[in-house]
């Protein structure tokens, strides 16, 4: 037994220094990658890249090499770009070259190219065409949807108050109310809070956006090829992502069994129509597989980031409380106590604004972004980039640029105030991504962060449970992701 699997090991060492033969040689023979520490064969970089600290490995890397160098995840060459220019340079200016999806491994088992997020080529455009059609048509960004936001802000408002001012961690009650929205545009409808599987679903989210940034799974993207057959942590995900899978597909039997192809309520009944419609051909990209990831992708974002958001919003507040005095008072000024906030009060609160945008700026919930991949050989920069390889577009990078934010490390609302404390906008705050694979719910989630912050601060103050200096923002985990700490505090009706 241990003479077959020490077999299986050399076999799949062997495989990996194949692999990183065939990158060096691809290279070699095509043009030449950006520089970068040398790798060793089958670790690749991963000498100089930690797995619990791999954002912060990159920017000590730039240092070295510039804003634009490549590393070796295990076999696999990815072009690192650092810096709101290079960022820009490859998603904006070369948007197309850029806009291919790269591998992330810890979920490609669970996708496998299908689904809006994680889909190339033809597929990608179609679904992402198709789900921006929808989302507009059930009023995102439009009035409709606002109205939504603050019925649904008026129902965490309530369960707020019954905490009667108690110490309480806000996790999941941020993420219900934030999942509610989103939820009733993919399932037309919204869960009551007290929903045993609705609370499942957010404890099984807010588990895989932390499990996609341990040391484990960035471990996993760098050796997937042998590690997929291993057991260990780093199959959690796995089972968590096709346990939520198992309910989308519960969801779309459910609508099945009632769609009037008249009167669609819900992105799942649109998409099931559009299935209906092409299902004399066999190509079609709108089929059960798309479906049902394409509704998990929007299920997901439309839960996670805006609701961790929010939660690092609140700590902030907590550690800085003479901004949270300074939001009370532009609230009391412009809203008033008797009416609920709308996102035509955003432009007469430049100060509350600005405060939004710090705590995405500081907080960077995706500093490594998604991976993008070269759709075609592309020359950049006086390199040259052959087809299919992986980039990384550091986010974190252009929203700590030392050249656009004159405190990268700090929070300080001012980064986007003018000296008449206007609001100032700034091109380097890119939180949802830019080109052609930007975030495409950005437009709801700026909405519900104005909305839900004010909300929340129009009737309460927040107590700490420590005093503001011992206050920790570091994140719980940093990897895909940064996790917000866990923390509890009370809410004072005001």
């Known amino acids: ?60 890397l730039r240092e070295k090499y510039g804003p634009v160098f490549t590393v070796y995840m295990g076999p696999r060459p990815v072009v690192v770009l650092c810096g709101h220019e290079a960022v820009k340079e490859a998603l904006v200016d070369q948007a197309d070259n850029f806009s291919g999806r790269g591998e992330l491994a810890t979920i490609e088992r669970n996708f496998q190219g299908h689904g809006l997020a994680m889909a190339n080529g033809e597929r990608w455009r179609i679904l992402r065409r198709f789900s921006l059609t929808i989302l507009r048509d059930f009023g995102m960004g439009k009035r409709n949807i606002e109205e939504r936001i603050q019925e649904e802000a008026g129902f965490l408002l309530k369960e707020l108050l019954k905490t009667k001012g108690a110490p309480i961690d806000p996790t999941f009650f941020l993420s219900r109310t934030v999942s509610n929205v989103i939820s009733a545009i993919v399932f037309g409808s919204r869960f009551d809070y007290e929903d045993k599987q609705f609370q499942k679903l957010m404890q099984m989210i807010n588990e895989s956006f932390t499990e996609m940034s341990t040391p484990w799974a960035q471990l996993y993207d760098m050796y997937s090829g042998i590690m997929q057959y291993l057991p260990g942590r780093h199959n959690h995900i796995y089972y968590l992502i096709e346990e939520l899978k198992d309910f989308i597909a519960s969801r779309v039997k459910i609508n099945e069994a009632s769609l009037d192809p008249q009167n669609p309520r819900d992105f799942i009944d649109c998409f099931l129509i559009k299935m209906h419609q092409d ?17 998990l992708n929007l299920f997901f974002a439309g839960t996670e980031t805006v609701s961790s958001t929010l939660r690092y919003g609140l700590l902030l507040m907590m550690k800085y409380p003479e901004v949270e005095a300074k939001i009370h008072e532009e609230i009391e000024q412009v809203i008033g106590s008797h009416r609920i906030p709308s996102v035509d009060d955003r432009v007469k609160m430049p100060y509350t604004d600005a405060v939004i945008h710090e705590i995405q700026r500081l907080t960077d919930i995706v500093p490594m972004g998604v991976p993008h991949n070269v759709i075609r050989d592309t020359h950049f920069r006086g390199y040259f980039l052959p087809k299919g390889t992986d980039v990384f577009p550091l986010l974190g990078s252009v929203l700590k640029d030392p050249k656009y934010f004159r405190y990268p490390d700090a929070f300080y609302p001012q980064h986007f105030l003018d000296d008449q404390g206007h609001f100032k906008k700034n091109e380097a705050f890119v939180p949802f991504s830019s080109g052609k694979r930007i975030c495409l719910g950005e437009a709801l989630a700026r909405m519900e962060l104005f909305l839900y912050f004010t909300s929340i601060l129009q009737n309460f ?28 505090l009370c809410f004072m009706v005001r």
């Open 279 to 295: 299902k004399s051909n066999p190509h079609t990209e709108f089929n059960l597989k798309n479906l049902v990831l394409t509704t």
């Open 1 to 60: 037994m241990e003479l077959g699997r020490a077999f299986t090991i050399f076999l799949a060492l062997c495989l990996s220094c194949l692999l990183l033969l065939i990158a060096w040689k691809r290279i070699n023979k095509g043009g030449k990658l950006p520089p970068g520490p040398t790798p060793i064969p089958f670790l690749g970089n991963l000498l100089q890249v930690r797995t619990d600290s791999t954002f912060q490995s990159f920017m000590k």
């Open 461 to 488: 103050s927040l107590r700490s449970l420590v005093p503001p200096a011992d206050i920790d923002i570091t994140p719980k985990v940093s990897g895909f992701g940064n996790i917000p700490p866990t923390y509890e």
